[in-house]
Every structure is written in C-alpha cells, then in structure tokens.
C-alpha cells in the first residue's frame, strides 16, 4: 500500500502539463503508472514522479523526487546514452506551469529551493520496442545478438567485486525473500485460474532447487558475478532505433539499489523468462547462449532457471494484483488473472528438476566448419556452444579476437595449453549440461585420448556423449581458412598453412561407439538437411552415454 506523501505536488502541475501550452504548443499524451505522469509530445518524453511512497520507494518529498531524476538520467545513459537529455525544471509561471530546458543539474527556485523536476528524453520511434516487433514477427535473431553483446560488456563494466559484496546468508535472501513475497501476494489477491495448490507446489519446487543450487549460488558470489545492472531487462525496455546490432536499453531501476545490484544470471534471465513466456523460448535460449559465449560466464546456467522462475513469478505477482484492483475494467481484470496464471505455470515448468542435457563433442581438422555446425546444432538444439578458440584466448587473458601470433606447437598452442584449455571446455560444460541443456564442445578433438575424456566426463555427469565431426575436401577448407586470415575477426589463429599438419595429425574417432557419431559434410549442396536429422537424433536419444 502507498503511505501519504510528505510533500504533494502543486495544485495545478499536472493538468497544466497535460496541455499543450506547457511544452511549447506541440499536442500531448498524458500516460501514468503507478509511480510517475509521463507527457508524450512528438519529440520528447518528459516523465515526472508522483508523490508516493512505497515500501520498495520514498517519493514523499520533492527533494526525494529530484534526486531520483538525476538518478536516473545517470544510470540510464549508461545504456542509451543519447536518450537521455537530462533534467528539466517544472516552474510556475503567470500562465502556468511551464518546462524549461534539460540540463544536467537541478535549476533554483524562488527562494533558493529547486521547484519539481522532470526527466527528459528523447521520443523513441513508436513499434521498435522488442516485443513490438516480437508481435509482428520481425524479432530476429541478430536482435537478441546485439542485446547480449552489449549486456555482457556492460556488466564488465559494472562488476561489484570479487567477491560480492554480500555475505553467503544476504546473498541467498537477495533471492528467496522476495520469492517469498511474491507467492504470498499470489495467496493474497487469489487471481482467477490460479489454484492454491499450484501456488504450493512452485514453492515447494523453488526451495527444493534452491537448496540444491546453493552451492552454485555461492561459487556466484565468490567468483564476483554481482553486477549494478539495469534490474529491469524485458522486451518493451529493449529498442533497436535501426540496426539491430545497435539496442538501446531504456527505464533501468533508478529507484532501488537492492533491485539494480544483482547477479548477471539474474539479470539475462528476465529476457529469456520473457521471451519464453511469449512463445519464442528459442529466442530466450540463443539470447542466454550468445551473453554465455561473450562473458565467458557458462557457470550461469547452473542458477539461471532459479532466477528465471523468480521473474516470471515476479511477472505472476503484479499481474496479481492488477487482477483484484476493482478500478480497472472487468476485461482487463480476467486478462491480468490470466496472466498470473500463465507466468505462475511457467515458474513451475522451469523449476522441474532437469535430467543431464547431452554433450556433443565436435570434431574435425582446421578449416572443416565446426562452428557454423556447432551454431547451427545449437540453435536446432537449443543449447550451448563452448568453443576452443574463445576459452583458450580467455584463458591467456586475451580478447577472443586477439590474435596469439604463434605457430602449431608453440606459444598457446603447446601441449601444456592444449590440455589446460580441453579441461577448461569441460569445467564450461558441466554446469550447462547440469541443467539439462545440450552443451557443445566446438574444438578440433583431432585426439583420440582427448575425446576419450570427453566420454568419460558425459558418463560421470549421466548424459548422453555424442560425436559429431565435421567434413570437407581439402580445396574448400584452404579457402575457408585464407578468408579467415583475411577478415581477422575470428577468434581462431589457424591459417592456410596450418592445414596440411592438421590433416596429417587427426586421428579420425573410430573408437567413438557409431551409434553416437555422426559426420556433417559441410561443403555438401544442403548441408541443413544432414543438420537437422543430427539435431533430431540427439534430441531424441536421451539416456547416458552409448557402451
């Protein structure tokens, strides 16, 4: 329940802010939430808090407010740094309340004190917001790309440390208080279509997997993965203005540092809960993939289910309570029960206990496209590529793009590194696989005492091993690899020179079982056919590991 203010708005601010007169005579849309007014004119944005408190906010007073507009103006250009145009004083003049120009600090009132500050940003184009485009079917996925790049480098930015600044106890409440709240808001409102018993059963299901979780949970902490994020990341806060590798990522949570200071995984699971929740959880599983493989962060799917099933009980809960506010109309109220519903039985499904996902272990000489396979099963799969080239560049501290400058058996390419860097793909893989999601390991595997740990990883872990090796006539792999070397934007180093030795070493996995190998020839006319019937067989075999 909101407390009354401390300090109202002045009589008169909105309804005159709500006319044209105010913002220069351009015609004008009145919008509200339950926290702010925002005013829509052709150009701008201009959002103004209400005079509320809440237990999670305090706007009771205008210094309150205005603090909260510098706030925001500052943390949401970190994402969307030319939207964001700054504060504007809101002052009363002889005909009215009027706008003056943004500007980045507050302005001085009659008397010395600031007068009500809006935000002002600039007027996004209507219909480019991520799930508008989601609902026309034009959400691609260069779109969910682009989002995921621009997160993980935004949280490289952001990081709280190492390790979290919370201790082991704070850390799991940050997750199982709110979780609490949530259901017992569900118990409360009793939306329509939502059982007492499913309410049950989701809490059951979250604290048995979160005690199961608990020490993933805490390797989270310990390894730093606390960022101060946006806190709010869904489809209608993602904006692509043009050009899908350029988002835009607007209405962070200024107001709450509690709510903003969280793990990463948090974070990326509220778009994938999202784009679940909406039909195209293909979407939702590439988006968590492709942050995965730019953050290096594989330790996140070990706990993302958890905070996935949190958001979509988050989503259940205000839906909730919009379903049992009596002033909206009865069509919008069965809309919002429906929605809690929807949200709560998503929350379930995600907290189902997973069987081990399969493991595919790449293989094929340099130049043979293992990963445009891996990419391409991965998406059929909906799973998650580990790649040789991107964690051996990590672990030698470098860009995956950076170029290590040594020949075959030398530098990062000796035994030594070889070894560190095909246990690493496997310590990537476990938590992926934990999960119940398909990991695939896109290296050469040119060795058969490789590939054997790689089987006997799959057994130990449960899952089903499978192999995959990728084919082509020497002719196209020459081509493929001088095209590399010119656009240098792979992370791999291998060159047209490297192949004759790497055709020469490759000791071809015969000793793998054949009912678990299978070989793409990638210089084929179709090649996605021979994709699609290895993604059928791996999705339908299930169980461990072939004898």
Known sequence: ???????????????????????????????????????????????????????????????????????????????????????????????????????????????????????????????????????????EPAHVDAVARVLAAFHARVGLGRPAPFTPEAWRARLAEPMAENLASLRATRPSGVAPEAVERVEAAFAARLAAGAARLEARRVEGRAVDGHGDVHLQHVWFEARPEAPLLVDCVEFSDALRRIDA??????????????????????????????????????????????????????????????????AQREAAAASAARHLALAERLLAPPRPGPLVVLCGTVGAGKSTVAQALADRLEGVVVSSDRTRKRLAGLAPDARAGAAAG????????????????????????????????????????????????????????????????????????????????????????LLARSRAGFEPPEEWPAARRLVVATDAPAPGTALDAAARAIAGAGGPPAP
């Not at 081509?479 to 792979?490: H, N, P, Q």
Request: proline residues 6%; charged residues 30%; aromatic residues 6%.
């Open 1 to 139: 329940m909101a407390e009354a203010p401390a300090e109202p708005l002045p009589p008169g601010l909105v309804d005159d802010l709500a006319r044209p007169a105010a913002h220069g005579g351009a015609p004008v849309e009145t919008v509200q939430t339950h926290i702010s007014y925002v005013f829509l004119t052709p150009a701008h944005a201009l959002k103004l808090r209400k005079a509320v408190r809440f237990a999670f906010l305090d706007f009771g007073t205008r210094a309150r407010r205005n603090e909260d507009a510098l706030r925001e103006v500052r943390l949401n250009r970190r994402l969307a740094p030319d939207v964001y145009l700054g504060v504007a004083p809101v002052a009363r003049a002889a005909e009215g309340y009027r706008v003056g120009a943004p500007r980045e600090t507050l302005a001085e009132g009659e008397g010395g004190a600031a007068p009500e500050h809006a935000v002002v940003m600039r007027r996004l184009p209507a219909g480019r917001d991520a799930l508008s485009l989601l609902e026309r079917g034009a959400l």
């Open 265 to 330: 995984a948090g974070e990326v699971a509220f778009l994938a809960m999202d784009l679940a929740y909406r039909g195209r959880g293909d979407l939702g599983a590439r988006f968590l993939r492709r942050y995965a493989e730019a953050s290096d962060d594989f330790g996140l799917f070990g706990v993302v289910d958890l905070h996935a099933a949190y958001r979509a009980a988050v989503r259940a809960k205000v839906a909730g309570l919009a379903s049992a506010e009596p002033e909206l109309p009865g």
């Open 410 to 497: 030398e530098g990062l390419y000796t035994d030594p590194w070889n070894e560190r860097t095909y246990r690493a793909l496997l310590e990537r893989a476990e938590p992926v696989v934990a999960s119940g999601r398909a990991a695939l390991l896109d290296a050469t595997y040119a060795r058969a005492r490789d590939r054997a740990a790689a089987r006997a990883f799959a057994e130990a872990a449960g899952a089903a091993a499978w192999l995959v090796e990728a084919r082509c006539g020497e002719a196209t792999a020459r081509e493929r690899l001088a095209r590399r070397a010119r656009d240098g934007s792979d992370p791999s180093d291998a060159g047209p020179d």
